[in-house]
T-cell receptor, first 114, second 112 residues
Framework: AQSVTQLDSQVPVFEEAPVELRCNYS??????LFWYVQYPNQGLQLLLK??????LVKGINGFEAEFNKSQTSFHLRKPSVHISDTAEYFC????????????FGSGTRLSIRP | KAGVTQTPRYLIKTRGQQVTLSCSPI?????VSWYQQTPGQGLQFLFE???????NKGNFPGRFSGRQFSNSRSEMNVSTLELGDSALYLC???????????FGSGTQLSVL
């Protein structure tokens, strides 16, 4: 079975500061890793995904994440955040490349202070 | 290109009733997945349909069922509603394997 732990339920940061949202996963099989963002009153939008290859994955809106197999982590980073990045961020895993049956973390609420 | 469309946007039902939610995927997408989102349990996978066949299923009771039509549109049905079924139900579509999921805005179901 797979599981995902997002270590921070809320992360407040100042505008233009860097941010890291932490994610650890557990699985007995190889998995595919994802980060999704949910803006208020909207569905989820894929930020980035790791299927294989380079461990540094670049996504939309200036976000990137690094897959670390030894630490079973997939932390999300952005060097400089904007007010528009205020949202909830979900780390997720799936053992299916089809992205079916995704297991989501509990989410991290990113709030940006001006 | 239209996105994933879920109807209705909001729904209020009472305990014991049944409800049907609808999802129209992006044109050309053959896979439709359903997720339940609640403050307590977070996002949980319900099931996935691909070409009218259920391909994967989550750990929900049999009161939750779904189907997919030949045009890839999908419906989800919940019978004998319970208070705990109050949630945001999200639908997502994709072309298939290794393809990106696109989510709809969801149906907010309130059970009174």
């Amino acid at each position: 079975a797979q599981s995902v732990t997002q270590l921070d339920s809320q992360v407040p940061v100042f505008e233009e500061a860097p941010v890291e949202l932490r994610c650890n996963y557990s699985s007995s099989v190889s998995v595919y890793l994802f980060w999704y963002v949910q803006y208020p009153n909207q569905g989820l939008q894929l930020l980035l995904k790791y299927l294989s290859g380079s461990t540094l994955v670049k996504g939309i809106n200036g976000f990137e994440a690094e897959f670390n197999k030894s630490q079973t982590s997939f932390h999300l980073r952005k060097p400089s955040v904007h007010i528009s990045d205020t949202a909830e961020y979900f780390c997720a895993v799936s053992k299916y490349s089809s992205a079916s049956k995704i297991i989501f973390g509990s989410g991290t609420r990113l709030s940006i202070r001006p | 290109k239209a996105g994933v469309t879920q109807t209705p946007r909001y729904l209020i039902k009472t305990r014991g009733q049944q409800v049907t939610l609808s999802c129209s995927p992006i044109s050309g997408h053959r896979s439709v997945s359903w997720y339940q989102q609640t403050p307590g349990q977070g996002l949980q996978f319900l099931f996935e349909y691909f070409s009218e066949t259920q391909r994967n299923k989550g750990n929900f009771p049999g009161r939750f069922s779904g189907r997919q039509f030949s045009n890839s549109r999908s419906e989800m049905n919940v019978s004998t509603l319970e208070l705990g079924d109050s949630a945001l139900y999200l639908c997502a579509s994709s072309k298939g394997n290794n393809e990106k999921l696109f989510f709809g805005s969801g149906t907010q179901l309130s059970v009174l």
